[in-house]
């Protein structure tokens, strides 16, 4: 024969470790629903902007210069430079520029990232002006 009896500590115990984990479900639900807005910020930004993205190792051969460059001219352009992108291969040959995180560009020189640059963004669907 077993007796099943319920402990008023592991009752209480349990009652508590419930509680938590509804709070925790609402909250990350909240969460969620949170970073589906800022996903929506994030592309209706992305659709007025151009992100273009340069290594911080690539600045021997004058990428974030290049970048620079174009956006002080056209304000639609969001330039971030990082340690790393992860494109060792092409970062220590020629000056590269990521253009919204689908576009990798590369040239032989700096003067030729920058023409393919403005070439790339008279191309794109929706274009900051370009004069």
């Not at 099943?4 to 984990?21: C, E, I, N, V």
């Not at 956006?71 to 971030?80: E, L």
């Not at 291969?89 to 403005?118: G, Q, S, T």
Request: with cysteine.
């Amino acid at each position: 024969m077993i007796l099943t009896m319920l402990d008023p500590k592991r009752l209480q115990a349990s009652t508590k470790f419930y509680q938590r984990y509804d709070k925790i479900i609402q909250e990350s639900f909240i969460l969620r629903l949170r970073g589906v807005d800022e996903i929506e910020a994030q592309e209706t930004k992305s659709q007025t902007t151009v992100r273009m993205e340069t290594c911080e190792n690539n600045r021997a051969h004058h990428s974030d210069d290049v970048v620079r460059r174009v956006s002080a001219h056209h304000p639609a352009i969001d330039h971030r430079e990082w340690e790393c992108l992860g494109h060792c291969h092409n970062c220590f040959r020629k000056p590269f520029v990521l253009v919204d995180e689908r576009i990798l560009l590369e040239a032989d020189c700096a003067e030729d990232l920058y023409e393919l640059l403005l070439y790339t963004l008279k191309s794109l669907e929706s274009p900051p002006l370009i004069t």
